[in-house]
């Protein structure tokens, strides 16, 4: 009879786990609606075109008295939103490792940035500013929302699941994008049958975006559970922001290993990054494309992701996730110095690119997050996974400033899109450096048999 018991117990903690799996798909579904149709496709061409309605005579605009070139200002603008996202991270992640209060914390999040996409609906005219600002609370809202989220996989997903659990994540979310583009490809295209501007088509498929968000978020805050916090509860857990910064560094200190990841990480993330939010503005301004063609490029992109995220989860099986992830990061950089000799308004090349692209995008970013929640430490888990989501958005203002910079000095895109090679190159060496099988062990968790 006790043993019957057991076996029930245990049988019900298995349902309860896919449960809560399950959920936490969909948040991918939900939240990676932003990234695609707002940060990847619509905002970055239409906030160009409104810093361009707004610039002077010389093609400046002048947030709080700064000159700065209109075709700079949503690069900077997403750096911005990235410092913000640093500074937010590191606090509430210990807040939601004291507490326990993990899902709340999300929903706050999440909802932030879902108002702040919808608000997007009001950027019209010149209202540039408007746009940069809703630009830095959703990008940085994001971050907060995707690093409480991450945090779950090493709670959700036993060690030998995780690159499966992790890329099924990713393909969720490359499916719902995928979903939407068709949805705002037939929008903007029959713009004029629905009674719609082309501008107002846009500034609909961006609040859209919002609401997808808002929407879908309700699934995984149903289902995913809340463990027991650390203790001390919220008014230790808002300690001052230094002192709280300062003690998770010093406590990474004590896991080299896992820095050495980070680091190699927060290197070639920032190439995937900037290519994921500059792409289109490349599109647009450098290559002369039309909206209709750059969002068929980013819906292959995420057809091909879905794709490509299930079949590097499946090499990882064989290979392990690091000899991946760098056979990934060798794609990115033939690809990227190849979207360097695209000609001018020829959209079929464009293609080509956006299929190489597409194919390594989700496995590397799967796989990442997969492999990192193996070098967390137990009962750490949003708290360090504030420094990894810092090294996946939180430190990627880099990309985007180097882009900015670069066409600023010169005034060519191309240079701008080349520059990135950079971050490929050198994560690739750093990543190969680190032996991942010595720094799961010195983390204290259970070395895989492919790592």
Not at 32 to 38: A, N, Q
Not at 115 to 123: H, K, Y
Request: charged share 15%; proline share 4%; hydrophobic share 50%.
């Amino acid at each position: 009879m006790g043993t019957e018991t057991v076996r029930t117990e245990a049988s019900d903690e298995v349902t309860e786990l896919r449960r809560e799996q399950r959920g936490w798909y969909v948040y991918d579904w939900a939240c990676s609606v932003y990234s695609t149709s707002v940060l990847t496709v619509f905002l970055g061409p239409y906030l160009t075109s409104v810093a361009d309605h707004a610039a002077d005579a010389d093609g400046y605009v002048h947030p709080l008295g700064i000159p700065v070139r209109s075709g700079s200002f949503f690069a900077y603008s997403v750096s911005l939103s990235v410092i913000v996202a640093v500074v937010l991270m590191p606090l509430v992640g210990s807040l939601a490792d004291r507490t326990g209060r993990k899902k709340q914390l999300l929903g706050a999040a999440a909802y932030t940035g879902a108002v702040a996409t919808t608000g997007m609906f009001l950027l019209d005219g010149d209202r540039y500013l408007l746009g940069g600002l809703l630009l830095v609370v959703a990008n940085a809202a994001q971050s907060v929302a995707l690093m409480l989220y991450n945090s779950y996989l090493p709670q959700i997903a036993p060690p030998e699941e995780r690159d499966t659990i992790s890329s099924r994540g990713w393909a969720f979310g490359y499916a719902a994008g995928s979903l939407v583009l068709i949805a705002d490809l037939v929008l903007y295209s029959a713009h004029d049958s629905f009674g719609l501007s082309e501008t107002e088509a846009v500034r609909v498929c961006l609040a859209a975006a919002g609401l997808w968000w808002g929407a879908f978020t309700l699934v995984p805050l149903r289902r995913l559970r809340d463990r027991g916090g650390r203790g001390r509860g919220a008014a230790g857990a808002t300690a001052p922001g230094l002192r709280q910064l300062a003690a998770t560094a010093r406590d990474m200190r004590r896991h080299p290993l896992t820095l050495s990841f980070l680091l190699a990480y927060l290197v070639y993330n920032d190439g995937i990054q900037t290519v994921i939010s500059q792409a289109s503005v490349y599109g647009s301004e450098e290559l002369g494309l039309g909206q209709s063609t750059l969002i068929g490029a980013v819906l292959l992109v995420q057809v091909l992701a879905v794709a490509g995220a299930l079949t590097m989860g499946r090499l990882a099986r064989t290979y392990g996730a690091k000899r991946t992830i760098l056979g990934s990061l060798v794609a990115w950089t033939v690809t990227l110095a190849a979207g360097y000799f695209l000609p001018a308004g020829a959209p079929v090349w464009f293609f080509v690119l956006a299929a190489g692209i597409g194919l390594v995008l989700g496995g590397s970013q799967a796989l990442s997050r997969s492999l990192f929640s193996h070098l967390v430490p137990p009962g750490k888990e949003a708290e360090y996974f504030a420094a990894y989501e810092m090294s996946d958005r939180g430190m990627s203002w880099l990309g985007p400033l180097l882009f900015g910079i670069t066409f600023q000095l010169t005034g060519s895109y191309r240079s701008a899109i080349i520059s990135l090679v950079v971050f490929f190159v050198i994560g690739f060496a750093l990543l190969a450096r680190v032996p991942v099988r010595q720094a799961i062990g010195e983390a204290g968790n259970p070395v895989p048999q492919k790592v």
